[in-house]
């Protein structure tokens, strides 16, 4: 019987919680078939076997968090009892993603794809256990989805279609979500000298995974860098007109066009201009320095159920625009199912938030740790505004920018905001 214990994924994280098990006592497993999925601070996991034989004892419940080099699982492999093996190294995917690896080929082999998961019909809705957890994160009920498939079913695709109007990233209007923004669990007070209080009208929330990880960086970054905001209202009447006309273009037939786009055009042709804003203050042995960035990693802050995520698009700076529209799409997607990795929120260099999606005209964002510059983007509304000395209903928006004051001076600061306005005013400015 071997014991298998709950390695380091090599993200250099100390905890994960168990999501959920992929196999059962008694259940057969061969090397790298996938045990768990196992939530680490950045993202979700799949935790592959290390030994091939038959399955023992969950050692876990799902939906506990456990330090690494615990026991998790026992595996039957017909040896005799050994002591509990050390965690074996991490191996690299070839994505650069950091799995956990065991076996010739660093290959990991889902069960999940090897028995097909059983199509589920309830109330004239057809689909797959996968596709009605996807709509309940997606607060999408089934009943109104149009399915596509060959049987009737409804398909990922359908899902991800019907619930556009709930992206993240969407800035037209408030997202619908679901009834549980959070995973809530009551929890029973600890045998502990000073135990917590949970009474009928209370619940304890345990902080971890996503949440932990954000709050510490928050902190770090609040009481480290000098924060420093501005803004500037913004009249955007052009940039809807260009996002009409786009998304009439056959050129972006097959992608998702919406106003976030330019603003993000805006920002990387904005920071060639302000380097600084993409730079980042840097403490070594000899002292601190100032590193400039001559690239943009272009980071996306993205309100998941889960909790915030910042990913971020690698080169932006060398994307076409329709380029840049489907790596936002696939942004979007990747981070609403909970399957963004940690190299892709690795070594940002300047981050956009998307306020606007609830409804806020302006805010002062918390730096991304390791960035000098965030800009807020506010909703986009008709507002009365003066133009050529009579007053028009517009589309207007405030766009915001906090930045660190070690790194940025307040000329930077404002000639950069002041760039981003400049191309939503009029985005022809983009084909200079």
């Given at each position: ?51 091939a034989g038959t399955v023992g004892e ?88 149009n399915p596509s498939g060959e049987a ?115 920002v990387i042709w904005a920071a060639r ?160």
């Amino acid at each position: 019987m071997q014991t298998f214990n709950l390695p380091d994924v090599g993200e250099g994280l100390t905890e994960a919680e168990i999501v959920q098990w992929r196999v059962a006592p008694g259940d057969t497993v061969a090397v790298n078939d996938v045990l768990c999925e196992i939530e680490t601070a950045k993202s979700l996991v799949e935790l592959p076997s290390p030994f091939a034989g038959t399955v023992g004892e969950l050692l876990v419940e799902e939906g506990r968090t456990v330090v690494v080099g615990a026991p998790i699982i026992t595996v039957d492999d017909g040896s005799v009892p050994a002591p509990a093996p050390a965690a074996a190294p991490p191996v690299e995917e070839p994505g650069g993603s950091v799995l956990v690896g065991y076996g010739t080929g660093g290959e990991v082999r889902s069960r999940r794809r090897k028995v097909a998961a059983p199509v589920v019909k309830a109330v004239g809705v057809v689909a797959k256990p996968p596709i009605r957890k996807l709509a309940r994160d997606l607060g999408v009920n089934l009943a109104d989805v149009n399915p596509s498939g060959e049987a009737g079913e409804v398909l990922r695709e359908d899902v991800i279609k019907h619930a556009e109007q709930a992206s993240v990233f969407r800035n037209i209007e408030t997202p619908e979500w679901s009834a549980v923004r959070e995973e809530t669990i009551p929890v029973t007070p600890p045998a502990s000298p000073d135990p917590i209080e949970v009474g009928d009208r209370e619940e304890a929330i345990p902080v971890r995974g996503v949440r932990k990880v954000t709050s510490a960086a928050m902190v770090q970054s609040a009481y480290t860098a000098p924060h420093v905001t501005v803004w500037k209202d913004v009249d955007a009447t052009r940039t809807m007109e260009l996002v009409k006309r786009m998304k009439a273009s056959p050129d972006f037939a097959d992608v998702r066009v919406s106003p976030l786009l330019i603003v993000a055009r805006a920002v990387i042709w904005a920071a060639r201009r302000t380097p600084m804003v993409n730079a980042a203050w840097v403490e070594g042995p000899d002292g601190a320095s100032i590193v400039v960035r001559n690239y943009v990693n272009l980071g996306i802050a993205a309100a998941t159920p889960r909790g915030l995520i910042v990913p971020n698009i690698k080169d932006a700076q060398d994307l076409s625009m329709r380029e840049l529209a489907r790596a936002l799409e696939n942004l979007t997607l990747t981070a609403r199912e909970g399957k963004t990795t940690p190299a892709d929120q690795q070594r940002g260099t300047i981050t956009i938030t998307n306020i606007g999606v609830f409804g806020m005209d302006a805010g002062t964002p918390i730096l991304n740790p390791g960035e000098a510059g965030i800009i807020a983007f506010g909703t986009i509304s008709q507002r009365p505004w003066v133009v050529d000395g009579e007053v028009r209903p517009r589309y207007v928006t405030t766009v915001a920018g906090s930045f660190d004051h070690r790194v940025v001076d307040g000329d930077g600061m404002s000639r950069f905001i002041a760039d981003v306005a400049s191309i939503l005013e009029e985005p022809a400015l983009l084909l200079d």
